[in-house]
């Protein structure tokens, strides 16, 4: 099966620009995550989908961060305006089902933003 | 909430030498507990699990790790290690039967050589 898609791979952007990150998940997955993995850190949830609702976005910092997933499908993160410490790998991933015990999560590669 | 702790940021190793990367978490529920590992500049990739059952688990490729209740702990093991399994390897957590809503840890790095 294809695996999770995102685009860009790398991104560098000046601090108060705007950016925009993609990802795929992989068919017929349900539950959607964006993930934020600082470097020497392990991955942050941003936000938890099911379908096109949220889930969980508590630890999305919301003044700047947003994320949608319209068609329950593709999903985009976007950060606006960027500050220095957004600086990271931003991770896609996905699992068959909320709530189905131990789904494990497929990610994709990953967008390593850095922001100067 | 549930947090995970891995004490060693980098484990140096010599090739077909065993190795120990340790991980214990805290929950003040039941939980399900993961070693995920990551090889550099790719996604992180699902290694083995503990849901429920026989506390002692495996991986296709050599690894293990052991669920102790009473140490909450869940450390990742392997008799002997290749040049492949250079990566940074993740322990996270999350509460049983719930969502797969993960708590990571901050990595450990596996260095193997010659």
């Known amino acids: 099966e294809a695996g999770v898609a995102q685009s860009p791979r790398y991104k560098i952007i000046e601090k108060r620009q705007s950016v925009a990150f993609w990802c795929n998940p992989i068919?017929?997955?349900?539950?959607l995550y964006w993930y934020q993995q600082i470097l020497g850190q392990g991955p942050k949830l941003l936000i938890q989908?099911?379908?096109?609702?949220?889930?969980?976005d508590s630890q999305l910092p919301k003044d700047r961060f947003s994320a949608e997933r319209l068609k329950g499908v593709d999903s985009t993160l976007k950060i606006q305006p960027a500050k220095l410490e957004d600086s990271a790998v931003y991770l896609c991933a996905s699992s068959l089902a909320l709530g189905s015990g131990g789904s494990p999560l497929h990610f994709g590669n990953g967008t390593r933003l850095t922001v100067t | 909430a549930q947090s995970v702790t891995q004490l060693d940021s980098q484990v140096p190793v010599f090739e077909e030498a065993p190795v120990e990367l340790r991980c214990n978490y805290s929950s003040s529920v039941s939980v399900y507990l993961f070693w995920y590992v990551q090889y550099p500049n790719q996604g992180l990739q699902l290694l083995l699990k503990y849901l429920s059952g026989s506390t002692l688990v495996e991986s296709i490729n050599g690894f293990e790790a052991e669920f102790n209740k009473s140490q909450t702990s869940f450390h990742l093991r392997k008799p002997s290690v290749h040049i492949s399994d250079t990566a940074e390897y993740f322990c996270a957590v999350s509460k049983a039967g719930t969502a797969s809503k993960l708590t990571f840890g901050t990595g450990t790095r596996l260095q193997v050589t010659l």
């Open positions: 989908f099911q379908n096109n609702g949220v889930v969980d």
């Open positions: 068919s017929g997955h349900a539950t």
